[in-house]
């Protein structure tokens, strides 16, 4: 596979990514908790959340008790920034490499998700103003924060079937699951789907 077809997935995943969080952005305040979601299906809703930590809104100062919220956040950039050469790297050695198809696909895949969250994280916090009860605009400079410590966008929600956990298991008994109650973005979709690949067709990529 060309290094040409890589981009071209990766250019394609990300505009896709990165117009569907500023069109959230630009035209809805944030959904808060207990509010209709912007498109209610059931199955399948669309809503606007920020997302300031990792999957699951899992924050660095959750596991490091010791630091602030913001410095955790701060580092979380900085991995973000770190890890996308990397990725970078391995993509341009599998093409050199003529490694399998599957496998550049797949990681052409993570890449365009690594880059998606890290332009919300950098950019997005400098150039748009506050989403809280209202509708945020563009407006460099005068953002909610500075860079490189914006939050990412996510709109994305498939709560298929709720149901209730019988009252004799311990710990979640008579709780409600929600499944699948994360809200998440096309970026995160393209990370998922990439290493959702690479362990589906395992022996096949790495023989």
């Known amino acids: 596979m060309s290094f040409n077809k890589s981009i071209l997935i990766i250019f394609f995943i990300l505009l896709i990514d990165q117009v569907s969080k500023i069109y959230i952005k630009v035209n809805f305040p944030l959904t808060l908790y207990g509010s209709d979601a912007l498109v209610d299906l059931g199955w399948f809703k669309m809503l606007f959340v920020e997302n300031k930590g990792m999957a699951w809104g899992a924050k660095i100062s959750d596991f490091i008790p010791f630091i602030s919220e913001r410095l955790g956040k701060l580092i979380l950039t900085l991995v973000r ?25 797949s990681i052409s895949l993570v890449l365009a998700g690594a880059l998606g969250n890290l332009i919300d994280s950098i950019f997005y916090g400098y150039l748009f103003t506050d989403s809280y009860l209202n509708i945020a605009s563009f407006s460099p400079g005068n953002g909610y924060e500075s860079f490189l410590y914006g939050h990412v966008v996510d709109m994305l929600q498939f709560p298929m079937f709720t149901w209730e956990w019988p009252n004799w298991l311990p710990y979640i008994g008579g709780e409600s699951f929600t499944f699948f109650e994360p809200v998440f973005n096309i970026a995160d979709t393209a990370i998922s789907t990439g290493v959702g690949i690479m362990l589906v067709f395992n022996k096949r990529i790495f023989p």
């Open 81 to 105: 920034i770190a890890a996308v050469p990397l990725i970078f790297y391995w993509l341009n050695e599998s093409i050199k490499k003529r490694e399998s198809k599957l496998l550049i696909i």
